[in-house]
């Protein structure tokens, strides 16, 4: 059975430093994987997706992920955070054939001024 | 082009009453699915609908149910409703069945269910 762990559910970062967000996950075959962000009152807006085209994937707003089989993780990452980016992130996988999709428990990313 | 519509927003009920939540998707777009989102169990699959045919289900009672229309609005439907089905329900199209690469889930702003 597949299944999405996200290290942390809460993330306090500065203005201008690194953000990483942890997601590691299990999966029998390989999977699409997937990084949502949700804002406050609104839905799921896709950040970035790995569909094995490429291991360092990069999404909008200036994150990336980089899937590594070895270690069966697929953290986000950015280089400089901004207050913007306060919101929660999920990390999600999917086999093929559907869109039935398994969501982590969400890391709520805090960005101090 | 207009994003996914859900509605009701916001919608009070009492425990036993039944609802019926609406999505209608991008114009275009053939899939929808739904998921649920607690504070205690996250983001959980509910269904799938393709071209009017439910395509995957989550573990979910048979309380909840759902359909889709010829013009590929759906809707689902929660019966005898309880305490713990206050949550908010999600909904997102797709132009495609699920399992294809390019296709990408869009999601609606939910609808905001308490039971009282």
């Known amino acids: 059975a597949q299944s999405v762990t996200q290290l942390g559910s809460h993330v306090s970062v500065s203005e201008g430093a690194l953000v990483l967000l942890r997601c590691n996950y299990s999966s029998s075959v390989p999977p699409y994987l997937f990084w949502y962000v949700q804002y406050p009152n609104q839905g799921l807006q896709l950040l970035l997706k790995?569909?094995?085209?490429?291991?360092l994937v990069k999404g909008i707003n200036g994150f990336e992920a980089e899937f590594k089989k070895s270690e069966t993780s697929f953290h986000l990452t950015k280089p400089s955070a901004h207050m913007s980016d306060a919101a929660e992130y999920f990390c999600?996988?999917?086999?093929?054939?559907?869109?039935?999709?398994?969501f982590g428990a969400g890391t709520r990313l805090f960005v101090k001024a | 082009k207009a994003g996914v519509t859900q509605t009701p927003r916001y919608l009070i009920k009492t425990r036993g009453q039944q609802v019926t939540l609406s999505c209608s998707p991008i114009s275009g777009h053939r899939s929808v699915s739904w998921y649920q989102q607690t504070p205690g169990q996250g983001l959980q699959f509910l269904f799938e609908y393709f071209s009017e045919t439910q395509r995957n289900k989550g573990n979910f009672p048979g309380r909840f149910s759902g359909r889709q229309f010829s013009n590929s609005r759906s809707e689902m439907n929660v019966s005898t409703l309880e305490l713990g089905d206050s949550a908010l329900y999600l909904c997102?199209?797709?132009?495609?069945?699920?399992?294809?690469?390019?296709?990408?889930?869009?999601f609606g702003p939910g609808t905001r269910l308490t039971v009282l």
């Open positions: 999600a996988v999917r086999k093929t054939g559907g869109f039935k999709t398994i």
């Open positions: 997102a199209s797709s132009l495609l069945a699920g399992g294809i690469d390019s296709n990408e889930q869009f």
């Open positions: 790995y569909t094995s085209a490429a291991t």
